[in-house]
């Protein structure tokens, strides 16, 4: 338990923190999911695929801005998923 003031307000400052950054993790991964869910259906409509891909962009790239995600495993992602999604257009 933290004993001195400034100990109590870090574990404060800590939780807001981690509440905040999962908050924009949880969408972060919604959008993910609803790509992937995409990816995997029978009729791959490249039109819907970049449309979701663009949100996942937008995701990550709020994440950066909030220094939820290093700016290097941002980029990394985003070349992962756009590697995957011209994949399947082909």
């Known amino acids: 338990m933290p004993?001195?003031?400034?100990?109590?307000k870090a574990v404060k400052v800590n939780e807001k923190r981690r509440s905040r950054n999962r908050h924009?993790?949880?969408?972060?991964?919604?959008?993910?999911?609803?790509?992937?869910?995409?990816?995997k259906s029978p009729d791959k409509n490249a039109k819907n695929l970049q449309e979701?891909?663009?949100?996942?962009?937008?995701?990550?790239?709020?994440?950066e801005k909030k220094n939820i995600l290093h700016i290097?495993?941002?980029?990394?992602?985003?070349?992962?998923?756009?590697k995957k999604v011209k994949s399947l257009s082909i």
Do not use: G
């Open 3 to 8: 004993i001195t003031k400034s100990a109590k």
């Open 24 to 39: 924009f993790l949880d969408i972060y991964k919604e959008s993910l999911k609803s790509l992937e869910k995409l990816m």
């Open 52 to 63: 979701s891909l663009s949100l996942v962009y937008s995701r990550i790239d709020t994440l």
């Open 72 to 82: 290097n495993t941002a980029a990394r992602r985003k070349s992962f998923l756009a």
